[in-house]
Nanobody, 122 residues
Framework: QVQLVESGGGSVQTGGSLRLSCAAS????????VYWFRQAPGKGREFVAR????????YYADFVKGRFTISRDIDKNTVLLEMNSLRPEDTAVYYC???????????????WGQGTQVTVSS
């Protein structure tokens, strides 16, 4: 099973930027779709963005379109989430996971990690 390690979180002010990283160890993302989710205090986990490793096709939640960019680094077997124009409502713990497909109801193939905290102050 591919192990996931999220990193890159931190504290920024409104309008700032961060780049999150989701690294795979013990395997590769080559056959999967990699997702970023987030969970704010007192709220459920929500979808942020996804990338299909094989063709780099992407899809975003409406609330991050135009601000966040998901990409892959093939050499490092890593998925990146570039976050710009951050807002206080982006404050959350960000998690990544991988799936066989984009089908609704698909089951995540990895274990949920600890995530990486993003805090945006006004």
């Amino acid at each position: 099973q591919v192990q996931l390690v999220e990193s890159g979180g931190g504290s920024v002010q409104t309008g700032g930027s961060l780049r999150l990283s989701c690294a795979a160890s013990g395997g590769t993302f080559s056959r999967y779709v990699v997702y970023w989710f987030r969970q704010a205090p007192g709220k459920g986990r929500e979808f942020v963005a996804r990338i299909t490793w094989s063709d780099a096709s992407t899809y975003y939640a409406d609330f991050v379109k135009g601000r966040f960019t998901i990409s892959r680094d093939i050499d490092k077997n890593t998925v990146l989430l570039e976050m710009n124009s951050l807002r206080p409502e982006d404050t959350a713990v960000y998690y990544c996971n991988y799936y066989w497909s984009t089908t609704v109801g698909a089951v995540p193939q990895g274990s949920w990690g600890q995530g990486t905290q993003v805090t945006v102050s006004s």
